[in-house]
């Protein structure tokens, strides 16, 4: 008997005559835990702090599928040296001073006149 009662026990509750409000109150569980969980928390355990290195690289190879594009003629020589903040702004050093495969307006030009 002892046995019997203890599995009924275990037993899930049974249905409730209110299905609404049981997927309401599910519902908002789920968005309160969802809510607390993508707010922050200060340990290392949250969703930013487990986001945060994964974005990084991703937007370092975005980045780096960028053309090298420059506004200068080819011929010309350019009248002012690439800036130096850019570079640092984006942790890059080797974006600016790396010229090979530059693309240059006058062979766009040449490109879209064929």
């Not at 299905?19 to 835990?33: C, N």
């Not at 090298?68 to 003629?73: H, I, R, V």
């Not at 050093?93 to 040449?110: F, P």
């Amino acid at each position: 008997m002892n046995e019997t009662e203890s599995q009924i026990q275990k037993l899930p509750a049974a249905p409730s005559d209110d299905a609404q409000g049981e997927i309401i109150l599910l519902v908002s569980d789920f968005a309160r835990e969802l809510a607390s969980y993508v707010e922050g928390t200060p340990d290392d355990n949250g969703i930013h702090q487990a986001i945060r290195p994964l974005n990084k690289t991703f937007a370092s190879k975005i980045r780096s599928t960028a053309p090298k594009f420059s506004p200068f003629e080819r011929q010309r020589s350019k009248p002012h040296p690439p800036p130096d903040f850019l570079p640092l702004e984006e942790g890059e050093t080797d974006r600016v001073t790396n010229r090979n495969g530059t693309i240059y307006v006058d062979e766009v030009m040449d490109m879209a006149e064929k």
